[in-house]
């Protein structure tokens, strides 16, 4: 076996492209687009070396046409689940003990891919499944799972590298990582291709094997990738793709003794009865389960007197309303200085009512459809009370519509007062609430900010104050994981914003990081002696 301390290819952010009028890209895009919708794929589950059929077929629709059919998905039982565990464990010995410059070439390759052949199959793919425009597709399944799966390389890398400082004479010390042992759950959302793609892929490329279970709403690009991810030459087994329902899932996965860790993005009320789960169960496992989550966001932009009007606004409907607030970093909550407040709100109030709200084929539309009926009338019940509320006030939007997509028009809510509901609960869609203060409580506006959410993901200041950038950073600080000086709070880059959030957002190991990728790997010192002892006396025992 050949062997060397290898050098991986320097990683850099995968350029975005634009989609403009006129450029190669966006006509690629929709004949991609043209040729996903005019045909019916029959998705299987991936066990082991099988693609796995069943007799029951589920329907995937685009949300924002939900009377188009994309194709369906084969739905899987508790068996499938064993399946896919015993496939996992059968396929451990061979992949922890390939060499890791072979994992790594796996991945590097499946960027590639992604970023060249399959890049226009797969933004069609979360255009349409996801109802995503061709903008937020390009971050989302071309740049981000390429950038996490080129930066995950070189941190794998770099853990390797990391060795004892010292070295004693007569000493050698050494320490190697080991994958965990038994196998990984991956449970990953619909709103990110990207993220739906790393939770899987970082687990394994440390030698993990991997039972990875996606959102239904994401299961037609989640096909995608893992059709690349075997083109690019992941043996069969070590990530395996199946679609069960989440207690069918735990029922089996949380009472198997070979549970290692789950690697999740999801509600907060899931992960935590997941971990509470896991407790349970403790004493089953063949060792401690690493439990990795990002969960949910109340995400706040707070903005000071000396605010540059644009930037904020900019921040404000861009942060609120790219993909639809379907984002666990969509700002949500917005705390506005009244001396600022009314300039603003026409500002908001033009930028708004100049949405195009349509179907993701139109590259003109900003604003899709939230991803399914449920969320639609999830959020559409919250639109409802706030018309009804003496302490809120409807002041842009409010309409909605399902009858041929999921479409709520981008609102936002006044509120009067700082705790409405509105201003603590996750919504994830098109709302954005805003409590006005007076501009001389901006520092008790901070203590707001950091008491009244259970979440703590993302938040940003705008102001041209360094005073009060200052003030807000550090009161802040343990508000938001991800925090942001004039921007918006979404968008975070892998190697350059590492993102998680705590509190009630989760466990904070930054996806897009070195830190993610320690969690999946056990360290394992060895100390050799070249020239051992050979009599246990030591010299103070001797006499005098």
């Given at each position: ?114 970023s060249t052949k ?5 933004n069609a793919a ?50 190697e990582q080991r ?366």
């Amino acid at each position: 076996m050949l062997k060397g301390f290898f050098n991986v290819p320097v990683p850099a952010n995968e350029p975005v492209y634009s989609y403009a009028p006129g450029t190669k890209e966006r006509e690629l895009l929709k004949q991609a687009i043209a040729e996903a919708r005019a045909q019916q794929v029959d998705i299987p589950m991936y066990i082991g070396s099988k693609e796995v059929r069943t007799d029951k077929k589920v329907k995937l629709s685009p949300p924002h046409d939900h009377q188009h059919v994309l194709g369906y998905y084969s739905q899987g039982t508790k068996e499938h689940v064993k399946e896919a565990i015993d496939a996992a464990l059968a396929a451990k010995k061979d992949w922890e003990n390939l060499p890791w410059e072979q994992r790594a070439a796996i991945f590097l390759k499946a960027a590639e891919l992604i970023s060249t052949k399959y890049r226009y199959k797969l933004n069609a793919a979360t255009m349409l499944g996801q109802s995503k425009n061709a903008f937020q597709a390009e971050i989302d399944s071309a740049c981000e799972i390429t950038d996490f799966l080129r930066f995950n390389v070189k941190y794998m890398a770099e853990i390797y590298q990391q060795q004892p400082p010292v070295n004693a004479k007569g000493v050698w010390n050494r320490v190697e990582q080991r994958p965990l042992e038994g196998f990984v759950f991956a449970l990953t959302p619909f709103n990110f291709t990207a993220i739906a793609g790393n939770l899987p892929t970082c687990v394994a490329m440390m030698g993990n094997v991997v039972v990875w279970k996606p959102s239904n709403t994401q299961i037609y690009s989640a096909n995608v990738l893992m059709q690349i991810f075997k083109e690019a030459g992941l043996p069969d087994g070590v990530i395996n793709l199946v679609y069960v329902s989440g207690p069918d899932a735990g029922d089996v996965i949380f009472k198997h003794p070979d549970f290692a860790g789950i690697h999740f993005t999801g509600s907060t009320a899931v992960f935590q009865d997941i971990w509470k789960t896991i407790g349970e169960n403790i004493h089953i496992y063949k060792s401690y389960p690493r439990i990795v989550g990002e969960t949910g966001g109340k995400d706040f932009i707070v903005a000071h007197s000396s605010a540059d009007i644009k930037v904020l606004n900019t921040a404000l409907v861009r942060g609120a309303f790219e993909y639809q607030g379907q984002k666990c970093s969509a700002a949500s909550r917005a705390y506005i200085p009244q001396s600022l407040w009314p300039k603003l709100r026409d500002l908001m109030e033009a930028d708004i009512k100049s949405f195009k709200i349509g179907g993701t084929e139109d590259f003109s539309n900003f604003i899709n459809a939230v991803i399914d009926e449920k969320a639609f009338d999830k959020i559409t019940k919250y639109i409802d009370r706030a018309k009804e509320s003496p302490d809120a006030e409807i002041i842009i939007g409010g309409e909605y519509d399902k009858s041929k997509g999921y479409f709520i028009h981008p609102t936002v809510i006044l509120a009067k007062k700082p705790d409405y509901e509105t201003m603590r609960e996750e919504l994830f869609g098109p709302v954005l609430t805003v409590y006005v203060y007076e501009d001389d409580k901006f520092e008790e506006t901070l203590k707001l900010v950091d008491s009244t959410s259970i979440y703590a993901l993302t938040g940003s200041i705008i102001s041209q104050d360094r005073y009060a950038i200052d003030k807000a950073t550090y009161e802040l600080r343990n508000a938001a994981g991800n925090f942001y000086i004039n921007d918006k709070c979404t968008g975070a880059v892998v190697g350059q914003q590492p993102f998680g959030g705590s509190r009630g957002s989760g466990t904070n190991d930054k996806a897009g990081s070195m830190i993610n990728l320690l969690r999946w790997v056990s360290p394992r010192t060895i100390k050799e002696t070249f020239n051992p002892d050979t009599d246990y006396r030591y010299p103070f025992l001797a006499e005098d």
